[in-house]
């Protein structure tokens, strides 16, 4: 059986129900168990003040806190507690076993996390607590669980504080990690609600890293804000900026410009659709055209219509083509040059007439053609 000022080990029992296994956990103030419910058969977590604290009035109040205010919630991303009891005048805290890893552990490995589900039930789980007028005042990734359904677990109560709580540690001493506190509560100002945002904006930040959706971006830059004026009014507040659209941003009167981004892709289909349009306008004009000159045989200059060849276009109605879609009238084309007549050969000098052919007897006596024979060789 544990007394103040012994240490703990494996089998020790603790209220004759909780039977310590291995230690899983713990700092300073205290240490985490793994235990064995024996009346419930179910694994537990035991938190143990430390052996050096045991004996301090100041410490063992604040632990006795720590499970009052636990008891007071319940939410599905809080580590709920079952039981606190004292042995030997050590408290001790049993809780839901949360088998792990913390986000510490996961960031150390350099494991990725869905910082956007982080975010919206690490916000939940401190709106939850805020609502009860809890801070908790030590938010940090070793103080974050995940479930085996990868659901967020925030635990570690152990310096949570109601907003209405008399002061029990010392003037000036601070408490909490310092990495994760807010600048005023460096400073020495009282924590609040909004330094609580402030941790969990550096808790993002680190389990995001440079894979932060813009978004999350947004809404980790505001939680770390350093004026807590600057900060999202409340953890409600800053969880519903991970659904809400991005705003246009603000520009000054005098100043119209604005910058916009547009994506390459949206670039490139705009310039494929003009020249879509333009190719479609290009044949459009071009089909009717060709149609024209097709109908008239050859080129615009040759074009005759039915009216100036002085024949009818006729189409039989058996054979006569479907009515085409109207097309667009095209200007009709500028009429080219007649071209000047060619100048005429001229006429070849008549040939004179053959004269009569004068049998061979005739010729040798000087006779002419026989009678009759004179005029037989005239023109055709």
């Not at 179910?42 to 100041?58: E, H, I, M, Y």
């Not at 947004?218 to 004026?227: G, N, P």
């Not at 100036?308 to 479907?322: L, M």
């Amino acid at each position: 059986m544990a007394a103040s000022g012994t240490a703990l080990g494996a089998g020790t029992l603790l209220g004759g129900r909780y039977r310590l296994e291995r230690r899983i956990g713990g700092g300073g103030m205290a240490s985490v168990w793994l235990a064995t419910d024996g009346q419930l058969g179910r694994a537990v977590a035991v938190k143990v003040l430390s052996d050096t604290l045991a004996d301090d009035p100041g410490y063992r109040a604040r632990f006795r806190r720590e499970a009052k205010v636990a008891a007071q919630v319940s939410h599905a991303s809080l580590v709920r507690i079952f039981d606190t009891a004292a042995q030997d005048g050590r408290p001790y805290l049993v809780m839901e076993y949360v088998p792990g890893p913390t986000l510490a552990a996961r960031i150390a490995a350099g494991e990725r996390v869905d910082a956007n589900r982080l975010a919206d039930e690490l916000l939940g789980a401190l709106a939850h607590i805020h609502r009860a007028g809890i801070v908790h005042r030590d938010v940090k990734p070793a103080n974050v669980l995940f479930d085996p359904g990868g659901r967020t677990k925030l635990t570690d109560f152990g310096i949570a504080q109601p907003e209405d709580a008399t002061q029990i540690t010392q003037t000036g001493e601070v408490i909490g990690t310092l990495r994760y506190m807010a600048p005023e509560v460096v400073a020495g100002e009282p924590a609040t609600p909004r330094s609580d945002l402030y941790a969990a904006g550096v808790v993002l930040a680190e389990a995001a890293g440079e894979e932060a959706t813009p978004q999350l971006r947004r809404l980790s830059d505001s939680l770390r804000a350093t004026d807590p004026a600057e900060r999202p009014p409340s953890a409600e507040a800053a969880r519903a900026g991970l659904d809400a659209a991005p705003t246009a941003p603000t520009v000054p009167v005098g100043d119209r410009r604005r910058e916009f981004e547009v994506p390459l892709w949206a670039v490139l289909a705009g310039l494929a659709a003009i020249l879509v349009v333009i190719a479609i306008a290009l044949i459009a004009s071009g089909g009717g055209g060709n149609g024209g000159q097709q109908a008239g045989g050859g080129n615009a200059g040759s074009q005759r219509s039915p009216a100036h060849t002085g024949t009818s276009a006729v189409q039989h109605p058996a054979t006569s083509p479907a009515p085409s879609a109207p097309t667009t009238t095209q200007p009709p084309a500028a009429p080219q040059p007649a071209k000047p007549p060619k100048e005429a050969k001229p006429a070849e000098p008549a040939k004179p007439p053959k004269e009569p052919a004068v049998p061979p007897g005739r010729a040798k006596h000087g006779l002419g053609p026989p009678p009759g024979h004179e005029k037989s060789t005239g023109g055709d």
